[in-house]
């Protein structure tokens, strides 16, 4: 329930950001989607979260979903982590932002603009 909460009022706040995450994610999502399809084992590693939809896709690049679907899968997992940064407690899965350069990027550029650059997490074990 607070995922599906989270996911949806990020929705809200990227629209009043002028709707944020087409311009800045739209090129890194539309270049992920054209090495993977709807391939799952491709994608992967570039899903925010473990959500899947009918037919094994992520929900993040589920055909039909544009790139905001995506920013509000990232905006959960940012919170998770972050979350759990606080706490103290240790990440089921290594950062995300750890997997690859476009995990990097995104994350990045997701904490820049609403979260203040805040990243509790600690440095990745190998740039990606």
């Known amino acids: 329930m607070r995922d599906t909460l989270f996911h949806e009022v990020f929705h809200l706040n990227d629209a009043a950001h002028g709707g944020w995450s087409e311009g800045a994610l739209e090129p890194l999502v539309a270049s992920i989607r054209r090495r993977c399809g709807t391939n799952s084992r491709c994608l992967a590693p570039y ?5 899947k939809v009918r037919g094994g896709t992520y929900y993040a690049f589920q055909p039909g ?7 509000a899968e990232l905006a959960i997992r940012y919170f998770h982590e972050q979350e759990a940064a606080m706490r103290g407690s240790a990440l089921r899965a290594p950062p995300f932002r750890c997997g ?3 995990n990097r990027e995104a994350y990045d550029a997701l904490s820049a603009e ?10 990745c074990t190998h740039e990606p």
């Open 114 to 123: 609403f979260f203040g650059g805040l990243d509790l997490l600690p440095r």
């Open 47 to 51: 899903a925010p979260n473990a959500t």
């Open 65 to 71: 979903n544009d790139v905001r679907e995506y920013a």
């Open 100 to 102: 690859s350069r476009e």
